[in-house]
């Protein structure tokens, strides 16, 4: 029995002749994907004074929404006044840097089927608040993904 027990033992025993496992690889695997049918469009715009006009109150969300709203009720009547429209960050009064005035900014999500309508109908559009006063939206960007469309990480746009 003691002959068996060394055979087993010897037997058992790991031989150099036998293959080693392979260790993983440790690079990370590329996965892409494509959306098709993304479900909103963001859109950046900035209100512009018309020239020789009083200034405009600073930019807000209220204010945002009137003007937005006149747009679309002047460009598309009723139905234009549908389009529901997020306002996702206001940036209220113009600032001066390097000589220019960058005005008041406004950050919307609109149905990506009413993009085109929305772009066309703010973009069109001249009016203001009460007599001798005019503005209008400049698009500075547009886009279906918000990440895209702030070009970086995005941390600017939830700056208070």
């Known amino acids: 029995m003691a002959d068996v027990q060394n055979?087993?033992?010897?037997?058992?025993?790991?031989?150099?002749s036998a293959p080693k496992r392979k260790a993983p690889d440790s690079t990370p695997t590329t996965i892409n994907f494509t959306s098709r049918n993304p479900p909103w469009t963001y859109l950046?715009?900035?209100?512009?004074?018309?020239p020789d006009t009083p200034p405009l109150q600073p930019l807000d969300a209220l204010s945002a929404?009137?003007?937005?709203?006149?747009?679309?009720?002047?460009?598309?009547?009723?139905?234009?006044?549908?389009?529901?429209?997020?306002?996702?960050?206001?940036?209220?009064k113009g600032t001066k840097s390097n000589g220019l005035t960058k005005y008041g900014?406004?950050?919307?999500?609109?149905?990506?089927?009413?993009?085109?309508?929305?772009?066309?109908a703010i973009s069109s559009w001249i009016g203001g608040s009460g007599?001798?006063?005019?503005?209008?939206?400049?698009?500075?960007?547009?886009g279906n993904y918000l990440g895209a469309l702030v070009s970086g990480s995005g941390s600017d746009l939830f700056v208070p």
Not at 7 to 16: D, L, R
Not at 105 to 120: F, N, Q, S
């Open 7 to 16: 055979k087993e033992t010897v037997h058992n025993a790991p031989s150099s």
């Open 44 to 50: 950046k715009l900035q209100l512009i004074p018309q």
């Open 65 to 92: 929404r009137t003007y937005l709203s006149s747009a679309l009720s002047q460009f598309l009547g009723v139905t234009g006044t549908a389009i529901p429209i997020d306002i996702l960050k206001v940036e209220p």
């Open 105 to 120: 900014a406004v950050w919307v999500r609109v149905p990506r089927d009413d993009g085109a309508a929305v772009v066309a």
């Open 131 to 142: 007599s001798g006063s005019g503005a209008a939206w400049r698009v500075c960007a547009k």
